[in-house]
């Protein structure tokens, strides 16, 4: 099972040494409120500094374009979003 999931996250980079963290392709059939419960915990944290207290997903290891799919993804459930680029 762990192999699967691994699979489907990450891929080697072009050096072949290394893995890199990678949106899967079928992403848009897995994701649910389940999965952004889980990513919340996993991989955000609660911003509650200034006026503006929300939720901030890290999603610094993943290219601009997953950024962008995820973000769609987050649409679908109704809840705004904003992609910070740094």
Not at 24 to 42: D, E
Not at 77 to 86: F, G, N, P, R, Y
Request: charged letters at 25%.
């Amino acid at each position: 099972m762990y192999t699967a999931l691994h699979s489907l996250w990450y891929k080697k980079n072009n050096e072949g040494n290394k893995f890199i963290k990678i949106v899967p392709l079928n992403i848009s059939k897995k994701f649910s409120v389940i999965s952004l419960a889980y990513w919340i915990m996993v991989d955000g944290f609660f911003d509650s500094y200034g006026r503006t207290k929300t939720i901030i997903l890290c999603t610094e290891s993943f290219f601009e374009e997953e950024c962008i799919i995820l973000q769609s993804l987050l649409e679908k459930l109704d809840i705004k979003s904003t992609l910070k680029l740094t």
